[in-house]
């Protein structure tokens, strides 16, 4: 053990380490690149060995791409509708229950038709978990970036309904680029893909419609609403 | 079942297919039971106690069909077999068959997979278990927390009484009848969601609304100190029922533990939280001291009690991943991990070997950030406030911005999935990874040790503090770095080898002060035993194809066969059990989480009397828990 305090002293040295490293690195990075390399990325360098306060809200570490907050729904620029053709799948494998939509039927026919009619996340509900983002076959909602979601209202401001959650393909591949390059590449494979599926379908489709007209209302729609009693 | 609010008279209407109910749904599974085989352990037990006692019991472990002989049976298994640890124990209500099923999973210090059995008792709470305390001490909170939550009694418990919920509260939550506040079905997916989701208010939409329903002559208005008076006055009159709490001991007497004779002292009932810094969140000392030395102490816990176990019966097996992130909120993935090797199990599934790796490469992260977070508090507790900590969060922050960076998030990553993870590191990840395994993390950890290991401050205020013996610390089922630190080289990586453990060449560390100070030097042993893993991970991830990280078709309507299971993985804060039970339907019928620092937490008491109160802070703190898996 040796003397008492020398364990005490060498643990002072660690702190004067650390303190006489802060100010290295100040210096390392105002000869090199003060100014250009942040202080958040820094932080985050597992080279640096002193002491980083990032002030926030002035600054803020950089974000990931893989990160994740509330999520959004994608509106296709092409054709400017949404994405979503409301299947559904990201409100059954939502955890907390927070995803509400309501499918859209046709008035004339009353099919389904792929859109929803109305689309509600309840933010205060959603747990982040970024399943609905991963199941979606369609890439029609994706997880945000924002994290600053603060308000003074429940209702209004933390449930958003489809016109707020809605954002425009260009915003997803801003922040999602790596994804959208997947997206992109997969695209063309996809689409001709579906082309071909939803031909096949059609003809199908026209081929049964024309012959039991009877029963219209087949499997989908099977289910009579059952909405909380009004 | 009187307990039970009465069906909500607005509930889903006349429905072509309705849900069947849960009774019905289990009655339904019933024929595809199948027995466990018979082990050369249950033969040593039948042979003992009888055929008509002792039966296979459907799926795994046996039945001892005469509730009363469980205790008997605990002690032939624990002196006779060896099984000396209580591993898990808990119960399964099966609502078709009128009964409830208390399920224990005993296991050997020197490993291998635990041993199971069952009894089974009516619902009608007629019939109470002889409580397994006497022969496992460490049964004494989940015995509480099983009568808690479905109402079995317990004989001979030495301390009975509800433990995560409060004294006002009429019912047994666990029960597949009892329907929390804002109930809405009894599982997930709700069909309110789609196709016709118009979004509603939770307190609109539901008739179960808040739900309290007190018991019978409960009068909330009066409820000001009635139980805890009696918890005090147990505390004062040394009548709770424990061995140690020196029944000698009255109020003012001159017999009390430290007390100089002659001299007339009183004792005083201290609460120390549940809003104090030292209680890493929500959880209530109560201690009796004398001066200040304690003589008594008492744990109140349930504050941060959601009912993760109730959430989990109701949500789909998919669902429950990212719960089990809620649970030790500072080690996530390892929870993940746990869940989901348990669920893999019962589909008989095996992930894919890059997605091992990566398992392994976060789950020996995650120790490493847990325990450099563990350590920094200690010192807090100790007085040194922050300076330390910090140095170890800086570290702990460039390993969760590695996970943010893969995962998605700092702690809630949702990481595992069944049969694979969600995410592949990508090169720069993977570059980044082995920079803070290969370069930061061992100087970092040196550093620590410079500056701790040597610290006479530290020495003097840890060394013998909250000493427990190796044989008390199995005896309480402690598990983890506090019980490595007190001589029993125990870690489910080595005992009950999971993943792909085996492939790796590390030790288990062990010292055998079983005090403070080795329950830190331990986590410092540890972390370097984890780099070593990481090392290898690390290296041989390579031979693994990149990308290729879920076995099967990524689905999210998991059918689990009928049966149940109990697996295990060590956490940084010891023993992870998930006992699942499932009927073969998208959910689980029966989800219990077997925490290790609610059940490390039955320890406390013994380690803290006769300590000074400042200590019960740096003991607890050396405990290392996390109040959302205490409380769940
Ligand atoms: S967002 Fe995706 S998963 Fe959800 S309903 Fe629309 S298409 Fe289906
Ligand atoms: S992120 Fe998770 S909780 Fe939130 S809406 Fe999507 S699935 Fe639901």
Redesign the interface.
């Known amino acids: 053990?040796g003397l008492?305090?020398?364990?005490?002293l060498?643990?002072l040295?660690?702190?004067l380490t650390?303190f006489i490293n802060t100010y290295l690195e100040d210096l390392k990075y105002l000869g090199r690149k003060a100014g250009v390399e942040p202080r958040p990325l820094r932080?985050?360098s597992?080279k640096n060995y002193g002491?980083v306060t990032v002030e926030y809200p002035k600054e803020r570490l950089p974000l990931?791409e893989?990160?994740?907050n509330i999520p959004f729904l994608v509106r296709d620029s092409k054709t400017g509708g949404d994405k979503c053709t409301?299947c559904?799948?990201c409100?059954?494998?939502?955890?907390p229950?927070c995803?509400?939509?309501?499918?859209t039927t046709d008035p004339v026919t009353k099919r389904?038709v792929p859109a929803p009619k109305?689309f509600?996340i309840?933010s205060t509900i959603c747990?982040?978990?970024?399943?609905c983002a991963?199941?979606c076959p369609f890439d029609a909602i994706k997880?945000n970036i924002e994290y600053e979601l603060a308000d003074y209202g429940r209702?209004q401001e933390m449930?958003l309904?489809k016109e707020r959650l809605t954002k425009p393909d260009t915003y997803h591949a801003a922040i999602h680029p790596t994804d959208w390059a997947r997206e992109q590449a997969e695209k063309a494979a996809e689409e001709e893909k579906k082309r071909q599926a939803e031909e096949a379908k059609a003809k199908a489709a026209a081929a049964k419609t024309a012959a039991a007209p009877a029963k219209p209302a087949a499997p989908a729609?099977?289910?009579p609403?059952?909405?909380?009693?009004a | 079942m009187s307990e039970t609010t009465p069906a909500p008279a607005t509930a889903t209407p006349a429905k072509p297919a309705p849900k069947a109910a849960p009774a019905a749904r289990h009655a339904e599974k019933k024929p595809a039971v199948t027995l466990a085989t018979m082990t050369p352990e249950m033969n040593a037990v039948q042979q003992h106690f009888g055929e008509v006692l002792i039966q296979p019991a459907p799926f795994e472990g046996f039945l001892v069909t005469d509730p009363a002989k469980v205790r008997d049976v605990a002690l032939f298994l624990r002196d006779q077999l060896h099984f000396e640890m209580l591993s898990n124990q808990t119960a399964v209500d099966y609502p078709a068959e009128n009964v409830i099923e208390v399920v224990y999973h005993v296991s050997h210090i020197s490993g291998g997979r635990p041993l199971c059995f069952k009894t089974r008792v009516p619902r009608d709470e007629s019939v109470a278990v002889p409580s397994v305390t006497p022969v496992y001490p460490g049964a004494e909170f989940q015995e509480r927390e099983i009568y808690d939550m479905y109402g079995v009694r317990f004989s001979e418990h030495p301390d009975l009484r509800r433990i995560l919920m409060w004294e006002g509260f009429n019912g047994w939550p666990l029960r597949k009848d009892w329907k929390e506040a804002y109930y809405e079905g009894d599982t997930k997916p709700f069909d309110s969601r789609w196709p016709g989701g118009h979004h509603k208010l939770a307190e609109e939409r539901v008739p179960w609304a808040d739900n309290v329903n007190y018991p019978p002559g409960f009068d909330p208005n009066a409820y000001v100190s009635n139980p805890d008076g009696n918890l005090y006055e147990s505390m004062l009159t040394g009548t709770n029922g424990h061995e140690l709490s020196a029944p000698e001991i009255d109020i003012g007497a001159d017999t009390v533990v430290g007390v100089e004779p002659g001299l007339k002292t009183d004792q005083i009932i201290v609460n120390m939280g549940p809003q104090h810094p030292s209680t890493h969140g929500v959880l209530r000392m109560v201690v009796r001291i004398d001066g200040e030395t304690i003589t008594d102490l008492k744990l109140v816990l349930g504050y941060l009690h959601r009912n993760h176990e109730k959430i989990g019966e109701r949500n789909t097996w998919l669902h429950n991943i990212p719960y089990t992130d809620r649970l030790d909120y500072i080690c996530g993935m390892a929870n993940e991990m746990g869940y989901v090797i348990a669920v893999e199990r019962m589909m008989g599934i095996q992930p894919t070997e890059r997605a091992e790796y990566l398992r392994v490469i976060m789950a020996e992260l995650t120790r490493i950030q847990s325990h450099f977070w563990a350590i920094g508090f200690v010192l807090n507790d100790l007085g040194a406030f922050y300076t330390p900590a910090l140095y170890f969060i800086t570290e702990r922050d460039l390993i969760i911005d590695l996970f943010e960076a893969v995962t998605g998030s700092r702690m809630m990553c949702n990481y595992m999935r069944f049969g694979g993870v969600a995410r592949d590191f990508t090169p720069e990840q993977l570059a980044r990874a082995r920079e803070l395994v290969f370069e930061r993390i061992p100087r970092a950890i040196d550093e620590l040790e410079r500056l701790l290991s040597d610290n006479e401050i530290i020495k003097a205020r840890t060394i013998g503090v909250g000493y427990m013996s190796a044989e008390r610390s199995i005896a309480y089922s402690l598990t983890g770095p506090c019980l490595r630190a007190a001589g029993v080289p125990y870690d489910i990586r080595r005992a009950d080898p999971y993943s792909i453990y085996d492939r790796f060449d590390f030790d288990i560390p062990v010292l055998y002060g079983g005090d403070v100070y080795d329950r830190y030097r331990i986590r410092v042993l540890e972390m370097r035993q984890s780099l070593r893993i990481l090392e290898q991970a690390l290296n041989q991830i390579d031979q693994t194809p990149a990308g290729d990280i879920q076995a099967g078709k990524k689905a999210y309507n998991h059918r689990v066969p009928a049966g149940q299971t109990y697996a295990r993985v060590e956490t940084p804060k010891g023993e992870l059990g998930f006992y699942l039970v499932s009927d073969g339907g998208q959910n689980p019928w029966r989800y219990h989480v077997r925490s290790s620092s609610f059940i490390n937490l039955n320890s406390m008491r013994e380690m803290t009397i006769g300590q000074k109160v400042a200590d019960a802070v740096v003991i607890l703190g050396s405990l290392d828990i996390v109040l959302g898996e205490v409380d769940r």
């Open positions: 053990m008492l305090g020398t364990g005490i060498k643990g040295s660690v702190t650390h932080r985050q597992p002491l990931p893989n990160f994740r409301s559904g799948i409100a059954k494998v939502c955890p229950q995803i509400w939509i309501v499918r389904p109305e509600y309840d747990m982040n978990c970024g399943y991963e199941f997880m209702i449930i309904d729609s099977q289910q609403n059952a909405p909380p009693q």
